[in-house]
């Protein structure tokens, strides 16, 4: 079994998510989902992913589509 790291890339983010990388690229560009640059590199942290997927899940139908 891969157990996801704390900090990951943006590969490792789309997989643990279960999207693509580019709708991934897309969810940051539009501030959709939390994300960190290192450098010039996009970075995801596993704690604040999911928090954001628990808060997610747990709001009405409706409001999930802003």
Known sequence: ????KEVMNVREASQYLGISP???YKYVSSARI???KLGNRWRFKKTIL???MERKSSLPVRA???
Do not use: E, G, K, V
């Not at 079994?1 to 996801?4: G, K, S, T």
């Open 50 to 52: 999911d928090s954001w």
């Open 34 to 36: 939390p994300a960190f």
């Open 64 to 66: 999930r589509h802003r």
């Open 22 to 24: 580019d709708t991934l």
């Open 1 to 4: 079994m891969n157990i996801p």
